[in-house]
């Protein structure tokens, strides 16, 4: 069960990489369209044009992974679609300083940090690491273009309006992973509560299967004694033995109180249960295989 857990946070990893990294094809081709229409030059389309064939790498690598994912994976790929952003940001700011026109900077730093709050996997150390990237370039930006004193930026609250987009995303992130860990501390719970649960049903089922042999000893036993005396060491010896199991059957009803009986449950078949327990058996070994 804790391996079916282990699955379920790989699945929303992946899930969260794959889906961050499908909306930035759309994202950039559709600004590759309007940064060609304001610079009329090739080279930031030409390098939105190369991040959305990177994403598209990205993406094939998820897909044909799916089934081998690791945490490591994941991340790199999630930082794999997302880095690329900061030298076209880059770009992106030095030609507007250029183009005679009035903007407000650092818009897609904003965005890009509020995705990754949102989108990240659930760990402090990756998505935190790259909102600090993105909130560290959008100040050197700001300082080392110039752009407190350019004519054209129509943004007198910077960078300061970046960095609190930077500190909400990173509490979005931070909320997103403790309540990532508390479910994930819930599921492992239950799943070792029906684990255990399953062990007892096991130990209930060897008990009340063993009742009937018990009972066909004890009435040997008797009999034995009765018509051949002259057995009585070896009636003794086979009676420490059934002592033995008695005790061992009374431990194995010591778990009564792990069970949670349901409905249905007053007709318990051991042999039944047995059966069950050796088919979900088969079905855990054949998923390990796979």
């Known amino acids: 069960m804790l391996g079916v857990v282990e ?38 389309p030409v390098l939105r044009v190369l991040h959305v064939l990177w994403v598209l790498g990205v993406l094939g690598l998820l897909l044909a992974r799916r089934r081998t994912l690791t945490s490591k994976l994941i991340n790199a790929c999630f930082a794999a679609g997302v880095l690329p952003f900061l030298p076209i940001f880059a ?76 500190g909400v995303a990173l509490a979005m992130l931070a909320y997103r992973v403790r309540s990532h860990n508390i479910e994930l501390k819930l599921r492992e719970a239950r799943a070792e509560a029906e684990a255990l649960e399953r062990v007892a049903r096991l130990f209930i089922a060897v008990r009340d299967a063993t009742n009937t042999p018990l009972q066909t000893l004890e009435l040997c036993i008797a009999v034995l004694r009765q ?11 086979m009676e420490r033995a059934l002592e033995r199991l008695r005790n061992l059957a009374q431990r194995l009803g010591s778990v009564d109180p792990l069970l949670v009986w349901r409905e249905g449950d007053e007709s318990f078949d051991a042999e039944a249960m047995l059966r069950l327990l050796e088919e979900d058996l088969a079905r855990e070994l054949e998923r390990r295989r796979h």
């Open 227 to 237: 018509r051949s005396p002259e057995s009585e060491p070896t009636v003794a010896t």
């Open 7 to 44: 699955e379920e946070v790989l699945g929303r990893g992946w899930r969260g990489a794959f889906f961050g990294n499908l909306l930035l094809v759309p994202t950039e081709l559709a600004y590759a369209f309007i940064d060609y229409q304001v610079f009329h030059g090739p080279l930031l």
């Open 91 to 166: 770009v992106a700011e030095y030609s507007m300083t250029g183009a005679g026109l009035i903007w407000v900077p650092m818009t897609g730093h904003r965005l890009v940090m509020l995705a990754i709050g949102v989108l990240a996997p659930t760990g402090l150390w990756l998505g935190g690491g790259l909102i600090a990237s993105f909130a560290l370039e959008a100040g050197v930006l700001w300082y080392a273009l110039g752009l407190g004193v350019h004519p054209g930026v129509r943004s007198p609250w910077e960078p300061w309006v970046t960095f609190i987009y930077g």
